[in-house]
């Protein structure tokens, strides 16, 4: 289908003079120089197996255009920013070279401060975790991996389409290894003239996403043409949680319809999505319902308002109970210990049934899924491989 003019507009990138290039094959100076703020260079801790690099840039949205192969065979997979998956597997004979490319949104904790004598804030409300995040700084870091053959990195600034995402610790970018989420691998599934921007945040709910000014952050960038994506359930319904708690049946639809209405007032398309459910299978080797007040809300409003909704409660279970009891647990966090979190392979499968959904629920984003037909029932897990990133680190996602 062809880009409407629109489109072509809103991707059109600003003066060439603001484009960046670097030579990142292994015997350049650039792969040599150890990133110095403000500038560009190496991060600490690379391997073998990968490296990152990190180019000090304004807060915007970016096309990142890479020249992999060379001498040698590679197989290169490309993360963004917190482990955001942009590229897996880009396998190159030896002496082969390709190009590909992808957009990556890149963004500060600073807000337009509010005027004289009104409420609001100057920045997010960014906690240690997310301090220790490739997110809220001042540069965009790519993250090459498996055995990465590259050769270039061209970097331009540009307008485009966005997908905002709002959530909690089963959407947002977990930075380090073992645990991820849907999020964070939905960027691998689209084309290169759309960019996610995921807010969310680990142990969020429909009232601390606002009063940690991170929907403030979210609307500031909003233009119309855009969409957001809306899943919350997992701690708005701990009732031990007073200040943040949410009726089902009342408070809990009401917060996704301001968040709704906030969306449309700019032009943008809300969507709706349902908790992935936990891991708590019966005697009989089906799921225990544990989030279904939350999700029959989330779909009476989504029918009665309108809103395409991406049914990823009703497809988790799927994936969970064709896995079975034995192997599911391989797809979560901390060794299957964490019931709520996943590692690499769960994410991908749960985004793998996002794009399917968006594909069947969104039209105006469907053109975008590269991803192929998705079967939640037939999750097909020997298929899936993803390289672990060079961080780690054990702590549990918050709000488990």
Known sequence: MPISAALALMLSATPMAATQQFDLRPESAERQRPYDRGGHGVEPGGSAGGFLFSVALPEGDYRVTLTLGGAQAGDTTVKAEARRLMLNHVVTRRGETVERSFLVNVRTPALTPPPANAPGGSAVRIDARDAQEYTWDEKLTLEFLGKPAVRSVRIEPVRAPTIFLAG????????????????????????????????????????????????????????????????????????????????????????????????????????????????????????????????????????????????????????????????????????????????????WLLARAVAERIRAQVPTLAEHVTAPAFMPGRPQLETVSIVSSLIRNDQRPAGN
Request: aromatic share 8%; proline share 5%; charged share 25%.
């Open 168 to 347: 909690d610790s089963t959407v947002t970018d977990q930075y380090a290894e073992p645990a991820a989420s849907w999020g964070q691998m939905l960027p691998a599934m689209l084309d290169d003239k759309v960019v996610v921007a995921n807010h969310a945040k680990s142990g969020a709910t429909l009232k601390s996403f606002l009063t940690d000014l991170r929907f403030d952050k979210l609307l500031a960038g909003m233009k119309a043409g855009d969409w957001l994506f809306i899943q919350f359930g997992h701690n708005d319904q701990k009732a031990e949680w007073p200040q943040t708690y949410a009726d089902a049946d009342v408070t809990y639809p009401a917060w996704l319809r301001a968040y709704i209405a906030e969306a449309r007032r700019r032009g943008a398309q809300p969507v709706l999505v349902t908790s992935p459910e936990r891991r708590n299978f019966d005697d009989a080797g089906r799921i225990k319902d544990t989030l279904g007040a939350y999700a029959a809300a989330v779909r009476k409003v989504a029918a009665e308002d309108g809103v395409p909704l991406i049914d990823l409660n009703a497809d988790s279970k799927a994936i969970y109970e064709a896995l079975g009891p034995e192997v599911a647990p391989s797809i979560f966090n901390d060794g299957g210990k964490d019931k709520t979190h996943h590692n690499d392979s769960g994410a």
